[in-house]
T-cell receptor
Framework: GDSVTQMEGPVTLSEEAFLTINCTYT??????LFWYVQYPGEGLQLLLK?????DKGSNKGFEATYRKETTSFHLEKGSVQVSDSAVYFC???????????FGQGTRLTINP | KAGVTQTPRYLIKTRGQQVTLSCSPI?????VSWYQQTPGQGLQFLFE???????NKGNFPGRFSGRQFSNSRSEMNVSTLELGDSALYLC??????????????FGPGTRLTVT
């Protein structure tokens, strides 16, 4: 079945550091790919998405590129802030599947 | 536009009891999905409703059920609660179009604790 694998956390960085959270997927066909973020005590918020190969999703300084050849959708940010501390989830939706399949989540802590 | 709302936000129940959780989707959204989030299993899909019909279902026992009303509001019910049902239950809504980029909007969740 479809699955998503994220790099294990937790990840701790200093403010203004470069961030990469790895995400790879297994799916039939060409799924849509997403990054969601969950702040403490809240639900999930969509951070960015990509719907076809080579698409780049971006939002709030975060970027991720849909790489079909490596089945990856790594999340990057050039300079993180304390306010970026949260749990990040990579997810996919296979065409017509009407559901999201999530990775296990990566807890990110940014220290000032 | 108001977001997805879930009630109640917190709930404590005893083993063997049943519970009903409620979700109001974003206005205009016709699809409502439910997910269970636990530290051990992560985020798992429960089911999806569209136009009052269950359109998709995850791998959960029959104790977990749901329904959707004509105004797209949805409820999920868990009967004969077990300790392992303690979790954050998240509701998500979207327009419900098949074969489209599947962008879901999540509510804040209902934290269920079973004692």
């Amino acid at each position: 079945g479809d699955s998503v694998t994220q790099m294990e956390g937790p990840v701790t960085l200093s403010e203004e550091a470069f961030l990469t959270i790895n995400c790879t997927y297994t799916a039939t066909g060409y799924p849509s790919l997403f990054w969601y973020v969950q702040y403490p005590g809240e639900g999930l918020q969509l951070l960015l998405k990509a719907t076809k190969a080579d698409d780049k999703g971006s939002n709030k300084g975060f970027e991720a590129t849909y790489r079909k050849e490596t089945t990856s959708f790594h999340l990057e940010k050039g300079s993180v802030q304390v306010s970026d501390s949260a749990v990040y989830f990579c997810a996919l939706s296979a065409k017509g599947a009407q559901k999201l399949v999530f990775g296990q989540g990566t807890r990110l802590t940014i220290n000032p | 536009k108001a977001g997805v709302t879930q009630t109640p936000r917190y709930l404590i129940k005893t083993r063997g009891q049943q519970v009903t959780l409620s979700c109001s989707p974003i206005s205009g959204h016709r699809s409502v999905s439910w997910y269970q989030q636990t530290p051990g299993q992560g985020l798992q899909f429960l089911f999806e409703y569209f136009s009052e019909t269950q359109r998709n279902k995850g791998n959960f026992p029959g104790r977990f059920s749901g329904r959707q009303f004509s105004n797209s509001r949805s409820e999920m019910n868990v009967s004969t609660l077990e300790l392992g049902d303690s979790a954050l239950y998240l509701c998500a809504s979207d327009l419900g179009h098949r074969d489209r980029a599947y962008e879901q909007y999540f509510g804040p969740g209902t934290r269920l604790t079973v004692t």
